[in-house]
C-alpha cells in the first residue's frame, strides 16, 4: 500500500525557513517523480514544485521559485521542500503527492497533509 | 498559464440524481485532464486522469468526458458518500486546478 507521510509543518514568522519532509512506502520510491502540492485555507490547489526520479531536474512555478527548494533522498525514500522567506500567503496545507508519469502529469497518491502557518 | 473555470461553484442534488460537474480550460488542449474529490478534512483522491480513465478502485458511477476546453465529471447516481469538493486539474501546460464544485445533498 502506497503511503506519503508529511511532517515538519507548523507555525512560523515572517521571512523565516521552514523543511517539510515525506516519508514514502509501499512503492520503489527511486522510479518516480515527486511532487508538493498545496491548499491555503478554504481555498482551492497549487502545485508548489515536481522533481525528477535522480534529483537533478526540479520545477517550479513563479509563485515559489527562488525561495523553495524541493529535493529527495532515494537512499530513505524521503521527500523533502525547503521553504525560505516565508510569506503570509504561503500559509496552506502541503501534500506530498506522486506524479506517476512524470513532470506534467496528474497525481495519483497524495499524503494527509501538513499545516503551515506563516503569521507573526 | 491555462486557467481552470469550475461550474457550478455549489450544487445541490439528491440521493440517486444524475450529477454533471463542468470544467472549463482558457484555452484549448487534448485530454491532458484529471478529476479529484476532497471530502472534508482530507486529502484530495484520484478520480479520473487523461478526461475519461478511472483510477483503481474509483466506483464505476463516476465518468468523465471532454476534450479540447470542455470537461465534465458524471455521478450517475449520488451516493450520500459523494459529497464533497471536486476539483479539474489540467496538466498540458504546467498544473493548474479550477476552484473546485462542492457537492451536497438536498
Known amino acids: 500500500e502506497v503511503q506519503l507521510v508529511e511532517s515538519g509543518g507548523g507555525l512560523v514568522q515572517p521571512g523565516r525557513s521552514l523543511k517539510l519532509s515525506c516519508a514514502a512506502s509501499?512503492?520503489?520510491?527511486?522510479?518516480?517523480?515527486m511532487a508538493w502540492v498545496r491548499q491555503a485555507p478554504k481555498k482551492g490547489l497549487e502545485w508548489v514544485a515536481t522533481i525528477s526520479t535522480s534529483g537533478s531536474r526540479t520545477y517550479y512555478p513563479d509563485t515559489v521559485k527562488g525561495r523553495f527548494t524541493i529535493s529527495r533522498d532515494n537512499a530513505k525514500s524521503t521527500l523533502y521542500l525547503q521553504m525560505n522567506s516565508l510569506k503570509s500567503e504561503d500559509t496552506a496545507t502541503y501534500y506530498c503527492v506522486r506524479p506517476p508519469f512524470g513532470v506534467q502529469g496528474f497525481f495519483d497518491f497524495w499524503g494527509q497533509g501538513v499545516m503551515v502557518t506563516v503569521s507573526s | 498559464d491555462i486557467h481552470m473555470t469550475q461550474s457550478p461553484s455549489l450544487l445541490s442534488a439528491s440521493v440517486g440524481d444524475r450529477v454533471t460537474l463542468n470544467c472549463k480550460a482558457s484555452q484549448n488542449f487534448d485530454e491532458n485532464l484529471a478529476w479529484y474529490q476532497q471530502k472534508l478534512g482530507e486529502a484530495p483522491k484520484l478520480l479520473i486522469y487523461k478526461a475519461n480513465n478511472l483510477q483503481t478502485g474509483i466506483p464505476t458511477r463516476f465518468s468523465g468526458s471532454g476534450s479540447a476546453t470542455d470537461f465534465t465529471l458524471i455521478i450517475s447516481s449520488l451516493q450520500p458518500e459523494d459529497v464533497a469538493t471536486y476539483f479539474c486539474?489540467?496538466?498540458?501546460?504546467?498544473?493548474?486546478f479550477g476552484a473546485g464544485t462542492k457537492l451536497e445533498l438536498k
Open positions: 486539474q489540467q496538466y498540458y501546460s504546467g498544473n493548474t
Open positions: 509501499g512503492f520503489t520510491f527511486s522510479n518516480y517523480y
